[in-house]
Structures are given as structure tokens and as C-alpha cells.
Nanobody, 121 residues
């Protein structure tokens, strides 16, 4: 069974940095696009950044120039380097992956359980 597990969240002061990781486990044939999303209290979940299997990236307007998404295909892991953090970046951060499990022809979408990021002013 495929699972995505995030790590690296925590509490930092404004202006600081955090690096989130999300590792996919299970018997996996391949992973297409992977992405990070976040949801603040009382707000809808929003796309933060996405990366294709060959490294193409895209970012939400609010994080451009501050966040960097990357991945290690061999380790089925996606990262989010977050710099110049602001209080408005406070949210639960979720990773998502389009995963093709071994032995399957179809691709399935999987979400991680989320990791809390809190930025103090």
C-alpha cells in the first residue's frame, strides 16, 4: 500500500527557513507529478508548488522567489525549501503525488497526512 509521509514542520520566527520532506513508501513503479499544498485555518487548501517527473516546476504567486520544490526520484521523495518565511505562511502543509503502484496500469492520487508549519511574528 502506498503512503506519503511528510516531515520537517515546526515553529520558526518570521524571516527564518524550514525544509519539508515527503517520502512515498510502498511498492511503486513510478511517480508522476508531485506537489505541496497548504491549508490555513478557515481557508481553502491552496497549491504551493508542483514538480513534474523530469523536474519542471511551478509555484503559487504568494511563494514565488521564497520557496523551492525539488525531488529525488530514486528515493520517491519531494522537498520544499521555504525561506524568508512570513506569518501568513502558517498552515498545515500537505504533499500529493500521482503514483503508479507496481503491477498497476493506472495512476492514483495520494495525499500525505500533513505537517504543521507555524511562523511567529
Amino acid at each position: 500500500q502506498v503512503q506519503l509521509v511528510e516531515s520537517g514542520g515546526g515553529l520558526v520566527q518570521a524571516g527564518g527557513s524550514l525544509r519539508l520532506s515527503c517520502a512515498a513508501s510502498g511498492i511503486i513503479s513510478s511517480i508522476n507529478a508531485m506537489s505541496w499544498h497548504r491549508q490555513a485555518p478557515g481557508k481553502q487548501r491552496e497549491l504551493v508548488a508542483t514538480i513534474t517527473s523530469d523536474g519542471g516546476t511551478a509555484y503559487g504567486d504568494s511563494v514565488k522567489g521564497r520557496f523551492t520544490i525539488s525531488r529525488n526520484n530514486a528515493r520517491h521523495t519531494v522537498y520544499l525549501q521555504m525561506n524568508s518565511l512570513k506569518p501568513e505562511d502558517t498552515a498545515v502543509y500537505y504533499c500529493y503525488g500521482d503514483v503508479k503502484p507496481a503491477g498497476h496500469l493506472a495512476v492514483f492520487g495520494y495525499w500525505g497526512q500533513g505537517t504543521q508549519v507555524t511562523i511567529s511574528s
